[in-house]
């Protein structure tokens, strides 16, 4: 019985060991997993101004904005109307198109398709701009509409608005 | 330290000095020379030892290539061509390991198919199956990582179809895809990574080999017949016979390889891959490395983006478990009547899989693709463990000399092959 306590103490001594040399080697892989996650630069990646007053009626432009294409589009009455049409409780992913604009004309868009990353289509007036005349993915055939909606196809969101602001009326400032 | 241990004696003392102090001599003599092998085996049994071969030799022609290349966005891509004009023999490394990955996946895709046909994933081998689909997962992120190097519009874009797969993890995905990219797209940081990583998997795939191997000589070989070697009469030594038969199949190998390298070296390339990675343009048709296309043709042949990865996925994962969903005892498919025809549709299956994987997603092929989808994972969960309850295999041999005793009879009693067993004939009551 006088054993006991001692073996009681020498237990604690090792369950306290074993713990700490847990802790510390999960502290020690910690900078490594976390070394993975994007640098600071990366980060830093920042803001583009974009010169919009070229950009004509219907028209569409690609800029590069931290390494993704972002799409500005100057929209015509009719796609707007047909943005607005939409019942935005019919949708995959509900969205009214005033919640997407800051101007109805403007459309601004980041191109990259939310199924597996592609750049849909539609930038150029001889691509295809699908079933909703707005983007075509060629990868996997999701159909987005004139305000960047998914409307067809696996993708399961509507194409991402980046920030921006209007710095004046020829000027864009995305991010 | 045990005093009495039994030490070899060889015939020269410096092996004598080594083995003394570290047994690596008998080792060597016990898993290489007098392994026996069950006579029976037919070149079937010789793809594990090409698929180790090509593996060194993807190691050795990716060291030389690695001295040549540059992971990083602006120069990886010219690099590659560089190695392609300038580098002495620098075409050569680049098509033996650019066509060594393709033979690797055929080697592969054999060497398993052989494990199935005949069952070498059952009792008591099923650790060592488990080891071989390990060895097929890191050889498919291997290759997947290798493909992105070259820095072309498939290796762009294919790597970032790939790294979007994670983000269909419901909440956690797209902080993990931008933790396993360095970026918010495919970058400078993802390229870095990607080339670091792909030099030291092929090691961590040598060492799971090195397990594999010894797992398969605990209990030694399967062979065509499914049957334990019982006497000495049943197998040959591996030195000379097994290793001469290799060497046969390694020539063999070594002409088929050789035919694409110096007279086909792009037919397994894709031509995209020729024009330099554009972030902004995305080619109009992207098609996976042809021995992952069956993977993609599941992928896609599910219209949700978390199912279809759970999906494919699973298709790998499934393997795992392969050994318990079989019932049957009876390892060979040549004993097994109704399993045996399955099984073939099941390769049938991953063929066509993987030839609609090749092409776009619409029509035809989408339904193909989706009935393929159906028959994969119903041959796992319905097909295998049903037919193993409801078949009656065909009568095994006695032993393996057996198995010679019949096929050198003339046919007098009727071999099996020329009486239907009852088992054929419930077949065709089902």
């Known amino acids: 019985m006088a054993k006991k306590p001692k073996n009681k103490r020498r237990d604690f001594l090792q369950l306290s060991t074993v713990t700490l040399g847990a802790v510390g080697t999960a502290a020690f892989i910690w900078p490594f997993l976390k070394s993975m996650s994007p640098a600071e630069d990366t980060l830093a990646a920042g803001s583009t101004e974009v010169d919009i007053s070229a950009i004509e009626e219907g028209q569409s432009i690609t800029i590069k904005w931290r390494g993704k294409p972002v799409f500005i589009k100057k929209r015509t009455k009719d796609e707007i109307n047909a943005a607005k049409m939409v019942q935005a409780s019919d949708l995959r992913d509900p969205q009214d198109d005033a919640d997407r604009v800051q101007k109805e004309e403007w459309l601004v868009l980041v191109g990259v398709c939310t199924h597996l990353g592609c750049v849909p289509l539609g930038q150029k007036v001889s691509d295809m701009k699908g079933e909703y005349d707005g983007w075509y993915c060629p990868c996997h055939g999701s159909h987005y509409d004139t305000s960047g909606r998914i409307r067809k196809g696996p993708a399961p969101k509507n194409l991402d608005v980046p920030p921006y602001t209007f710095l004046n009326d020829n000027t864009i400032k995305i991010g | ?430």
């Open chain 2, 1 to 430: 330290m045990d005093k009495n241990r039994k030490v070899h004696q060889f015939k020269n003392p410096v092996l004598n000095w080594i083995e003394f102090r570290l047994p690596i001599i008998s080792y060597f003599k016990k898993e290489y020379g007098d392994y026996p092998m069950p006579k029976n085996c037919n070149y079937f049994w010789s793809f594990g030892a090409l698929a180790t071969i090509t593996l060194v030799t993807m190691i050795v022609s990716g060291i030389f290539l690695a001295m040549n290349y540059t992971p990083h966005t602006d120069m990886a891509f010219d690099s590659v061509e560089r190695i392609m004009r300038d580098v002495n023999y620098g075409w050569l490394m680049r098509y033996i390991h650019s066509n060594g990955a393709a033979f690797f996946f055929i080697i592969v895709y054999i060497h398993i198919v052989r494990a199935m046909y005949f069952g070498s994933y059952k009792y008591p081998r099923e650790l060592n199956w488990i080891l071989g689909v390990f060895i097929f997962l890191l050889m498919m992120a291997t290759s997947f990582l290798g493909y992105t190097l070259p820095w072309g519009q498939m290796s762009y874009w294919g790597a970032t179809v790939i790294t979007n797969l994670f983000s269909a993890i419901p909440f956690i995905g797209e902080g993990l895809k931008t933790w396993l990219l360095g970026d918010y797209n495919v970058g400078n940081a993802t390229l870095n990574r990607f080339f670091a990583l792909h030099y030291v998997l092929p090691f961590v795939i040598f060492g799971v080999v090195g397990l594999h191997v010894a797992a398969v000589h605990v209990h030694g070989s399967n062979n065509p017949d499914g049957i334990d070697i019982k006497t000495n009469n049943d197998s040959v030594n591996f030195f000379p016979y097994m290793l001469i038969k290799d060497t046969v199949a390694m020539c063999a190998f070594g002409v088929a390889i050789s035919a694409v390298i110096f007279f086909g070296p792009n037919l397994m390339a894709e031509v995209d891959n020729y024009i330099p990675a554009d972030p902004l343009v995305t080619p109009a048709h992207i098609v996976p490395n042809w021995y992952l296309a069956p993977f993609y043709a599941i992928l896609r042949a599910v219209p949700d983006k978390l199912g279809g990865v759970l999906l494919m996925f699973g298709a790998i994962v499934i393997l795992f478990v392969l050994p318990w969903l079989d019932r049957s005892k009876v390892r060979s498919c040549n004993y097994r009547p109704i399993y045996k025809w399955f099984m073939m549709g099941f390769f049938v299956n991953f063929f066509a899989l993987g030839y609609v994987g090749m092409l776009p997603a619409e029509g035809l092929y989408l339904l193909i693709a989706r009935v393929g989808l159906l028959y994969y994972f119903g041959f796992f969960f319905i097909i295998t463990p049903f037919v193993g309850w409801i078949e009656k295999p065909s009568k095994l041999p006695l032993s393996i000399s057996d198995v010679y005793a019949k096929n050198i009879a003339p046919n007098i009693g009727g071999g099996e092959k020329g009486i239907p067993s009852p088992a054929m004939q419930k077949d065709t009551n089902l």
